[in-house]
């Protein structure tokens, strides 16, 4: 190792000694051939091993050593830094609108400015700080969002006027500009010297770099990995990371037990011109303008400038290929555009001389935010790629979580948005990913507003009442590939179309949805959930029980036809899952969670169930549609199609029972609605889907029942404190700390995961706690709406976020959930929250830098909802409208 | 006054028709992929026409365009008959006994032609009868005929054409008890159409040309250029050929009149057409059908007017002439226009506008830098220059339509100027046909996966 390590260092000498070889030089792309005798032979085995010399690879290397793992090996198919890392814009910036991205790239930032101290290598790191210019004033607004949140995170930055923006950058041509945000703690590194600093630093700290290593295959027996193909022979390993970047899809599909990265590459141009007549100072902030699409940073004297076009070239389709890596070439003509957009923000630098068109692949996901984690069916195969253009922004953070990940068995920040187990297979279709990140890319400069969909890779999993209902007015959105419906537009009557309907403001649909939740209140309304991820797990002993119960916090060991709302809890206590299970009989469950569980949830089961061949676990999300009869109707209506009683007394609330619905029989029937409503979900085998819908419908008219969206659900659940998983709810929150104490059965009589953490919670109190709040002096019509992610402020200090918000067209009012956490006012500790701490405060929501007074409960206005008759309680709960 | 893009494109436009062929599993079998056409008009209305259809009992596809004279009677008649002329020429005996039969007892008939026709080009309904009922008479003699060859496809073109103009002629002497009908087939056989038909079936290629229409052939060369190839000869005073075959029809006497001022008789252009009995038939003739015919007729001038010289009819023929090509390769493209197209624009530049239409090339290549010193503003400059060039592709979904842009717009560079097409464009309709002619473009893709 010593010896790569001064082969390493003699390298970043030769090149920091030539000025001129960054970018400028012909791309040697990834696959070399020239025979060069390799110094060092490769070990037979390493506890880990890492392919990807790029600065995903660098720092996973980087941070896992410094965490004291030393078996490392890092394999690098070319050079070190010399992908995609060698041509990235080095920008390292945190204005990012993920608070998890946010954390990432804060972190990367420290991380670099102390790099080259650390390890004596030069990264180029330079404080600029960045300008992100709004041309409009929705612009402004998703800025001020982001300033938001950076600023309670103690990131400095401040939304500026134009002429701020051009004191700050002389060039910026400000006519057309209604603001701009700085962000002056921003920086700019040479890209590739800073994964050579990681890999210099992994190298002390032990770790084997081994350049010219091309991984074939990753081979896993019995769901673990047990070792690497490489073209210099083998290794033997217990953890295989694969950062390959771009190819890090193909790598995954290499080997027998496919491991599914949905990531796709696209090119990306960026300019490099020579230096102005008066060279441009190292220390000019960096400008971003999304409305041109485009950023624009200093480098040497002269400016780096790319962007992210509206018709970007996807490429490797179909894996890697001679003939399109050779066609990375410059494109002017498509480039144009840019180039326009660049000479727009800046007319002052017509004259500037061309140096290069710099062409470099950048890989994109589905979503727009990275993957990393751990594969949910090889163990020990873990996978950081995908960094959608921001490698250099993420690669230090992104590292860290998972380094932390795999040493800890879980990194230190919910990474659920990042988790590769939000994909499956379904994503993994070239011909999706293709058309995705077509649509990905353009987004990367798109204003985010709320509830926007993807409109590309549709309706691929949708419920067999799709045409009917879409023939009725749905509108869709998509979750996990399959098509949910959002609402449904009443004839005659027309929405703005898509462009115009992307607002912070009060949206287009508020009347439909309103009309929608009005009918779920007084009659009935029927929503297909079909999308929920539903398992069986059953047994031919007690096996089943037994697993769940140590599984489950809640008790599962009740009565035959019961539903127990429970969580599914990791070791600290915080929620993986929170589901719904119903005991079909002694021995078999049925269980509902979220849709995006489908993989975490069933690798989550597999890795932790006995593997006994007389207890199974059976994915039946597709064999179920599933119809949520919501309101007070909803009981007539049933209990004419199945001639059975439905009243509470014959079926109580969290009941499963199945019956027969029109002709249909061996339908499954329980007494839960999501929402907190009464009603029922039917889960029907397809093939009679058809068939009681229709039956559902007809019956219902006399009831007054109506198509309803999720939409209207998400409105209903979250006026009633509802909390959804993957919204509200996460790995890192607790029973206790978001009052579902009651779910936790902590002496049912057995041990379950998780167990002790909430013991000594319940000794010693929580950090946080799930708060609702009730938006007092909002106007719903004039104001900017609620998100969520917007900073909670108790006493006018910052306390946390909120996670989901809604408007309740039952208070009038906007609700918000979110955590309520204690910072010790001088260290910043946290401290224990009480319900005293909550209910004594008061409290203001920052909607995009304008705060509205709010009112904190720790409980729902049960008794408001579930009757409207019993309009005297309303005012003895103290809930007062003005 | 200009109009604007949206405005000049939605005039181009408005006539625009394509017709690809339909595939089966995926794969076009026929030696045609389909075809584009447009009409852009210069006379009010226009005196063009087009038609295009499929053989639906013999193989091949039929396209065609007819330039009308002395109004549009004519043209638009041969547009509606000359294809059912010339499929039942191909028609083998006993398709034809089997198409009589069914008339004869009242059963449906067997379809013979598939139209592709844009709304705007319409059928006389009120002509449909008389125009079927001498139809029959032409295939009853066919069968009567029976020659039990097999049909010749030089022979069936130039048997439909001359035995359609025929008709045309009978039917206004004949007249029609209709007023309506009778005032028609007079207008009919009084003005005049060219003809240029193409027949495509597999690799065979016939051209039957009437007048001065014409029909060229695209050819990319190995070297990716285009080059053109004429299917068709010009019938008129430039045609020395022409020249000579009327003066072989008619005594020497008349060699100084026949030809004037590069005209026929000093009056008409084209050398051959249909109609045009005036330069046809007996004076006697004409002076008869002309004073027993409505009284429109006898109040026009032009229809009673007798050209001078006028002594050995007939001066004028519809016999077409045919060219038969077989498809190579290397041929991309068949353009069929009227002579509104071959006025403004050369052969030559026809076949590279069209080739590099359809192959979407367009000659650019990919800037590079390389070691030259550019600077960004140059670089932009360049940028917007090539785009505004190709825009003008991008528009046109038509190469029918792509080529009037051309060939209205052009300025002297070779590219489309779009003031000088707003121009051309907004000129009021008398002016209209003083600057330019009807133009009626059909271009034919071939299939070079089948040939």
């Known amino acids: ?882 | 006054f200009y109009l604007t893009p949206p405005q000049v494109n939605s005039i181009l436009k408005a006539n625009e028709y394509s017709f690809k062929v339909p595939e089966f599993d995926g794969k076009n079998v026929s030696s045609v992929l389909g075809f584009d056409s447009n009409q852009l008009p210069a006379n009010a209305p226009i005196e063009d026409r087009r038609s295009a259809a499929t053989c639906l009992q013999t193989r091949g596809m039929l396209l065609g365009v007819f330039d009308g004279h002395a109004g549009c009677a004519c043209a638009q008649a041969v547009s509606e008959r000359l294809f059912y002329y010339i499929a039942v020429s191909l028609l083998p005996h006993e398709t034809l006994l089997e198409i009589e039969n069914a008339v004869e007892s009242g059963r449906a008939l067997l379809p013979i032609l598939q139209w592709h026709k844009h709304p705007n080009d319409y059928f006389s309904k009120e002509a449909s009868k008389l125009y079927f009922n001498s139809l029959r008479t032409y295939w009853q003699e066919l069968i009567d005929l029976n020659s039990g060859e097999t049909t010749d496809v030089r022979e069936a073109l130039i048997n439909a054409f001359k035995r359609l103009d025929n008709d045309i002629s009978l039917e206004a002497q004949v007249g029609d008890p209709n007023s309506f009908l009778n005032y028609l087939v007079l207008r009919v056989a009084f003005s005049g159409a060219t003809a240029c038909v193409a027949h495509v079936d597999g690799v065979d290629l016939h051209i039957a040309n009437t007048g001065d229409s014409r029909a060229m052939l695209g050819v990319q060369e190995e070297d990716g250029s285009w080059s053109a190839v004429n299917l068709s000869y010009d019938h008129n005073a430039q045609n020395e050929h022409e020249v000579e075959r009327l003066k072989m029809e008619h005594p020497k006497s008349e060699e100084k009149s026949l030809v004037k001022q590069d005209r026929l008789l000093g009056l008409l252009m084209p050398f051959r057409a249909f109609g045009d009995v005036k330069f046809k038939w007996s004076i006697e003739l004409q002076k008869r059908v002309v004073e027993s015919g409505p009284d429109q007729l006898n109040d026009n001038e032009y229809t009673k007017f007798i050209p001078p010289n006028y002594h050995t009819p007939p001066y004028l023929t519809a016999e077409p002439e045919v060219i038969h090509h077989r498809l190579r390769p290397q041929d991309k493209f068949l353009v069929l226009a009227t002579d509104g197209l071959w006025e403004t624009m050369h052969r030559q530049d026809v076949a590279r506008i069209v080739g590099e239409y359809l192959t979407g090339v367009h000659h650019q290549q990919p800037i590079a830098v390389g070691g030259y010193k550019v600077t960004l503003g140059q670089m932009h400059g360049l940028l917007t220059e090539r785009r505004a060039r190709i825009s003008s592709v991008f528009e046109d979904q038509n190469a029918a339509t792509h080529l009037i842009r051309h060939a209205v717009g052009n300025n002297e560079f070779g590219t489309v100027d779009h003031e000088r097409l707003s121009k051309m464009l907004s000129l009021p309709e008398e002016l209209a046909r003083m600057y330019r002619d009807d133009i009626t473009i059909i271009v034919v893709q071939f299939n070079s996966h089948v040939i």
């Open chain 1, 1 to 882: 190792a010593a010896g790569m390590f001064l082969r390493l260092l003699s390298d970043i000498q030769w090149r920091a000694a030539n000025p001129k070889w960054r970018g400028v030089a012909t791309p040697r792309r990834g696959t070399s051939t020239t025979a060069e005798p390799h110094p060092v032979s490769l070990p037979a085995q390493a506890q880990v091993v890492i392919c990807g010399g790029g600065i995903t690879g660098t720092s996973v290397a980087y941070h896992l050593a410094k965490m004291g793992w030393k078996d490392i090996v890092l394999l690098e198919q070319g050079r070190l830094a010399a992908g995609t890392t060698r041509f990235c814009a080095g920008i390292v910036s945190t204005a990012r609108p993920v608070s998890i991205e946010l954390k990432m790239a804060h972190y990367s930032n420290k991380l670099y400015q102390q790099l080259e101290q650390e390890t004596g290598v030069p990264t180029g790191y330079t404080k600029t700080g960045s300008i992100s210019l709004a041309q409009t004033q929705d612009r402004l607004i998703s800025l001020r969002r982001i300033a938001s949140s950076l600023n309670v995170m103690g990131i400095p930055c401040e939304i500026i006027t134009p002429k701020q923006a051009v004191q700050l950058h002389p060039l910026i041509n400000i006519h057309d500009l209604v603001g701009a945000m700085y962000v002056p703690e921003d920086a700019l590194v040479t890209s590739a010297n800073v994964s050579l600093a990681l890999a210099t630093a992994a190298s002390r700290n032990g770790v084997q770099i081994h350049e010219r290593t091309s991984v074939s295959h990753v081979t896993v027996q019995k769901g673990r990995v047990t070792g690497v193909e490489t073209d210099r022979g083998r290794i033997q390993c217990q953890y295989f990371v694969n950062c390959a970047g771009q190819w890090a899809y193909e790598l995954g599909h290499s080997g027998e037990e496919p491991v599914h990265i949905p990531l796709h590459a696209c090119e990306h141009f960026y300019l490099l011109t020579h230096p102005l007549t008066e060279p441009l100072s190292s220390s000019l902030p960096t400008v971003v303008d999304p409305d041109g699409r485009i950023y624009i940073r200093n480098w040497q004297g002269g400016i780096l400038s790319g962007g992210f076009e509206k018709n970007p070239k996807p490429l490797f389709t179909e894996g890697r290929n001679q003939l399109e890596i050779q066609n990375l070439q410059e494109d002017w003509d498509h480039f144009g555009p840019l180039l326009s957009a660049i000479l727009r923000r800046m007319p002052g630098l017509e004259a500037l001389q061309i140096m290069q068109l710099v062409n470099c692949p950048e890989s994109f996901t589905p979503d727009m935010r990275c993957i990393m984690g751990e594969s949910p069916t090889a163990r020990g195969y873990f996978v950081l790629a995908g960094m959608n253009s921001a490698g250099i922004s993420y690669g230090g953070g992104a590292g860290k979580y998972l380094a932390e990940w795999m040493v800890n068995g879980y990194p230190s920040e919910n990474v659920w948005p990042l988790d590769l187990k939000r994909f499956g297979i379904l994503q993994s279709s070239r011909t999706f990913l293709r058309h995705r990140v077509m649509e990905v890319m353009p987004l990367m400069c798109d204003l985010k507003v709320p509830r926007w969909d993807f409109q590309t890779g549709r309706q691929l999993r949708t419920s067999p009442l799709y045409d009917r209902l879409d023939a009725q007015g749905a509108r869709w959105m998509e979750k996990h590939g399959f098509e949910r419906v959002k609402y449904f537009v009443p004839p005659g009557k027309d929405l703005l179309d898509l462009g115009h309907s992307k607002t912070f403001y009060k949206p287009d649909w508020f009347d439909i949805v309103g009309a929608e939740v009005k009918c779920c209140k007084e009659a009935v309304c029927v929503i297909d959930m079909s999308s929920f991820t539903k398992f069986e797990i059953s047994s031919t002993g007690d096996q089943a029980l037994e697993s769940l119960q140590y599984l489950f916090s809640n008790d599962l060991d009740v009565p035959v036809g019961h539903v127990v709302h429970t969580g599914m809890l990791n070791e600290k206590g915080g929620y993986e899952n929170d589901c719904s299970i119903a005991r079909l009989s002694k021995r078999s469950f049925f269980m509902i969670s979220p849709t995006d569980q489908q993989v975490h949830c069933w690798a989550w089961l597999k890795n932790r169930l006995p593997d006994d061949s007389n207890l199974t676990v059976e994915d039946v999300t597709w064999k179920y549609t599933a119809l949520n009869l919501i309101g007070p109707r909803a009981v007539d209506v049933l209990s004419e199609l199945s001639y059975a009683p439905m009243t509470a007394e014959h079926f109580p609330s969290l009941f499963c029972k199945e019956m027969s619905v029109g002709y249909a029989n061996g339908i499954r029937v329980m007494s839960i609605t999501h929402t907190g409503e009464p009603g029922f979900v039917l889960y029907i085998p397809i093939e009679y889907a058809l068939h009681v819908y229709n039956e559902v419908m007809n019956m219902g008219q006399k009831y007054g029942i109506r198509n309803a969206g999720y939409y209207a659900l998400r409105s209903l659940r979250i006026e009633k404190f509802f909390a959804f998983w993957g919204q509200d709810l996460d790995a890192f929150t607790t029973p206790m700390e978001c009052g579902r104490e009651f779910q936790v059965k902590l002496e049912k009589g057995m041990e379950f995961l998780g167990q002790e953490a909430l013991l000594e919670q319940k000794q010693n109190g929580v950090y946080k706690r799930f708060t609702m709040f009730i938006l007092e002096d909002h106007d719903t019509d004039m104001d900017l709406w609620p998100w969520w992610g917007e900073p909670i402020f108790r006493n006018g200090r910052y306390v946390g976020k909120t996670t989901s918000s809604a408007y309740s067209y039952t208070l009038e009012r906007h609700v918000c959930l979110g955590f309520v956490h204690n910072f010790d006012e001088k260290t910043g500790e946290e401290l224990v929250v009480t319900t005293d701490f909550i209910n004594q405060g008061e409290y203001e929501i920052d909607i995009a830098g304008q705060r509205f007074q709010a009112k904190a409960k720790l409980y729902p206005f049960s008794s408001l909802f579930t009757q409207r008759r019993r309009k005297d309680e309303v005012e003895l709960t103290g809930y007062q409208r003005e």
